[in-house]
Nanobody, 123 residues
Framework: QLQLVESGGGLVQPGGSLSLSCAAS????????IGWFRQAPGKEREGVSC????????QYADSVKGRFTISRDNAKNTVYLQMNSLKPEDTAVYYC????????????????WGQGTQVTVSS
């Protein structure tokens, strides 16, 4: 059974960087697309980025394009989200989630979720 664990969150100043990791256990990740989502207090969960099972296709929300980069290392069973030029509005709990092979828009399309990691951008 696939399980996902996020790590790498924390407190960072505006303009700073963080790198999140989504580590899988139970099965290998090479058949799964992985999405990153975030949820701020009082707001709906929103998609941030997604990477296909092969890594050949990536997607980004307009709000993070040019600042965030998603990547994966299937040999390590891990997906990463490099976040640069962070803004206070990036503050949220960040989740990774899995679905088969291809990215689709919408949290409901993803089957397996991690517990989340808190990212706080503040001076």
């Amino acid at each position: 059974q696939l399980q996902l664990v996020e790590s790498g969150g924390g407190l960072v100043q505006p303009g700073g960087s963080l790198s999140l990791s989504c580590a899988a256990s139970g099965v290998t990740l090479d058949s799964y697309a992985i999405g990153w989502f975030r949820q701020a207090p009082g707001k709906e969960r929103e998609g941030v980025s997604c990477i296909s099972s092969s890594g050949g296709r990536t997607q980004y929300a307009d709000s993070v394009k040019g600042r965030f980069t998603i990547s994966r290392d299937n040999a390590k069973n891990t997906v990463y989200l490099q976040m640069n030029s962070l803004k206070p509005e990036d503050t949220a709990v960040y989740y990774c989630a899995a679905r088969g092979y291809y990215c689709l828009v919408g949290a409901s399309r993803f089957d397996t979720w991690g517990q989340g990691t808190q990212v706080t951008v503040s001076s």
